[in-house]
Structures are given as structure tokens and as C-alpha cells.
């Protein structure tokens, strides 16, 4: 899972627009949103330089943009030189009561929580897994009681925003766990939530995805319909990010799944047809119903879906797997496959954000 966008919680919720909280705010967030990181290297470095982050908020928040930037490029080294700048998170340099003068009646950490995740992922990205994995772990403490406070004191918007960053963040540690084929303990993660009540159908899906790869098919098939039963009956608890039309299109894919798993890709592609109707930026169901078509030996049409999504919606579908797919498969069907997937070589260098990973294409 990819890091999530930086802005912090502002000092107050009385400002007009981003530039208001901090010093051209709403620029670093274009950039970003563009995949632009080297331009956010070069604007918070003539901030910096030109001295022109006046509140200890803009220095945070500019560290903030410039830690996953260069952490986007894969410059972990940098990146985590960077965040050792900082003393201690906890320090009371990083709290607004220490500047009552700048922040009336204000009080708590204005340290971005993007900071603490990125503090959290970066020494898996060097190599040092364990010390990652503890990270991560005292971050998912430190939400959980971040919940606790923010429910004692009847703080409902305050609870949805730690809930969702608490499933943000659950679902990294899965994801890593999972990357070490740690099973039971990612089984263990997500019951522990849903024991708790915790009706995220993201995290129901994953729970099916994982039984799916330990073999209990029938396990799988009980939580796919579970998240169905969720939608039929309107529970999203509106800690995760799913508008209805996604939602419906996870109930789709989760049965694509089902249907893929006993190799009958014809319902499979029918699922996904569906999804990709009702929102054609579907990446996650374009990608599957080409490889569908792909075990179906119909490597023309294949090709086609994934070529005309690069087309139609290229920052959202150029991303390295459906890339290496389609290389896999000009590599199947063409002799010449060497001179195609050069020219989609050039054509990505002149589209593709800073930190699209160019050694997909196998050039």
C-alpha cells in the first residue's frame, strides 16, 4: 500500500483554502497529486533557502512533502536522513501549546500523522524488516489510543479520521506480513477487528483473499459473502474509503475471484465487465479480466484491454503491474515484441509520474 498524501491536520479549521495553512500548500498538493516529486525536491528546497516558512506548522509540513518525495523516488537513505532531523515525536517542539501566542486555543501534536507512517515504513524499504514491523506496531498503539481519548470526549469526526488512519495502517502491517507469507498471524490481524465490530468490507475481502491463499476455499467464500450481505444491507461503517460504486465493484471482483480459482474465466470476465461498466478507472478489474481473456488463449483481445485503459485513463492505469503484464504479453504474441515495447517505453517516459519503475517494460 502506498503512502498516504501528506497534509497534516491544520492548526485550525478556520482557514479559506490550503495556502491559508501553510505557505503554498495547495501547489505542493498539485505536484504531488501529478506524481511531480523532483519539482516538490526543488520547491521545498528554495523554501527552505529563501527562508520563507515562517511557522513551526510550514517546516513540518514541508519536511513532510520532501520525506515522501524522496521516498517516492527510492532515495530511503535520504529520506530517513531527513526525518532524523527531528527529535523525538513527542517532543514539545511539536506541540501547539508551546506556541500559544501562533495558536490560540490550541493544543495536541502538529506533527502530520503522514510523518509517523512514513517514519514506520522506511526501515523495511532499507532492509530492516523487524525494526519496521516494531514501528508499525507502536503506531498502531498509538492510534488505538489516540481513539480512546478522542471517544471519551464524544469527538465522533475526530474518531471516523483515527479509525480510518487505524485501518490504514492494519492494512500495511497485513500487507507486510502477508509478504512473508506470515498467514495466521494476517488471519489473526483482521479477526481481531472484526471481533471488535469493525465492519470494513476492505479488510473482510482481505480476510477472504488470505483463506483463498492457505487453501480454505470454502472459508473464502464466507467472507466474500459476508462483505455481499454488507452491501445488500447498507453496513459501511465509514471508516474505510469505499463509495457505493466501489463497494459494489469489490463484491464483483471478490466473485471474479471465486470463479477464477475454479478456472471458470468466462464468469470471471462477465464480473469484471460489470465492474469496469460501472466505473471504467477500475484498474484492479481491467488488469484481471485481461488475464482472464489471457488463460482463455485470447491474447488479441487481451492486449486491446489493456492498450485502450492506458489510453483512456493513463494516470490511472500506468502503474508496473499491469505494465509487466502487458510486456508479458506482447512477449507471448508478438516476434517483434523487442521494437513494441520500446515505443511504449517512449511513450510512458513522457506520461508516467517521477516514480513509475521503468524496468517493468524489460527493454
Given at each position: ?170 492494512n500495511c502491517l497485513i500487507g507486510h506480513h502477508l509478504g512473508d507469507k506470515e498467514f495466521i498471524l494476517c488471519i489473526d490481524l483482521i479477526k481481531d477487528m472484526i471481533n471488535r ?167
Amino acid at each position: 500500500m502506498d503512502e498516504p498524501s501528506p497534509p497534516a491536520d491544520p492548526p485550525t479549521n478556520q482557514f479559506g483554502s490550503l495556502n491559508d495553512v501553510a505557505h503554498e500548500l495547495a501547489s505542493l498538493e498539485d505536484l504531488a497529486s501529478r506524481g511531480s516529486w523532483r519539482s516538490i525536491l526543488d520547491k521545498v528546497s528554495r523554501a527552505r533557502s529563501l527562508n520563507l516558512l515562517s511557522n513551526p506548522h510550514d517546516h513540518l509540513i514541508y519536511l513532510t512533502y520532501n520525506v515522501l518525495a524522496l521516498s517516492k523516488l527510492r532515495r530511503f537513505a535520504d529520506a530517513s536522513t531527513d526525518l532524523d532531523t527531528l527529535d523525538d515525536f513527542n517532543s514539545h517542539y511539536y506541540k501547539y501549546e508551546t506556541y500559544p501566542q501562533l495558536y490560540p486555543n490550541r493544543s495536541g501534536s502538529m506533527l502530520p500523522f503522514s510523518l509517523r507512517f512514513i517514519h514506520a515504513q522506511l526501515p523495511i524499504k532499507l532492509g530492516n524488516r523487524q525494526e519496521g514491523l516494531d514501528r508499525f506496531y507502536r503506531l498502531l498503539n498509538f492510534i488505538r489510543q489516540k481513539i480512546k481519548e478522542k471517544e471519551s470526549n464524544n469527538l465522533h469526526d475526530s474518531v471516523k479520521i483515527w479509525k480510518r488512519r487505524e485501518n490504514f495502517v492494519l492494512n500495511c502491517l497485513i500487507g507486510h506480513h502477508l509478504g512473508d507469507k506470515e498467514f495466521i498471524l494476517c488471519i489473526d490481524l483482521i479477526k481481531d477487528m472484526i471481533n471488535r465490530d469493525y465492519l470494513d468490507p476492505l479488510l473482510v475481502s482481505k480476510l477472504g483473499y488470505i483463506q483463498m491463499q492457505i487453501g480454505d476455499i470454502e472459508g473464502a467464500k464466507g467472507s466474500f459473502n459476508h462483505v455481499e450481505t454488507m452491501l445488500n444491507e447498507g453496513k459501511n461503517d465509514g471508516y474505510s474509503f469505499l463509495s457505493e460504486v466501489q463497494f459494489r465493484n469489490l463484491v464483483n471482483r471478490n466473485k471474479a475471484l471465486v470463479y477464477v480459482v475454479g478456472k471458470d474465466y468466462v464468469s470471471a470476465v462477465r464480473e469484471y465487465e460489470e465492474c469496469i461498466e460501472r466505473d471504467h478507472t477500475d484498474v484492479v478489474a481491467i488488469n484481471n479480466k485481461a488475464l482472464c481473456l489471457m488463460y482463455l488463449r485470447d491474447l488479441s483481445d487481451s492486449i486491446k484491454v489493456l492498450e485502450n485503459a492506458l489510453e483512456r485513463v493513463p494516470t490511472r492505469a500506468l502503474n508496473e503491474t499491469l505494465v509487466v503484464n502487458l510486456c508479458s504479453m506482447y512477449e507471448l504474441a508478438y516476434v517483434n515484441h523487442s521494437e513494441i515495447k520500446r515505443t511504449l517505453n517512449n511513450w510512458i517516459v513522457h506520461v508516467a509520474p517521477d516514480d513509475f519503475d521503468a524496468s517493468c517494460i524489460r527493454v
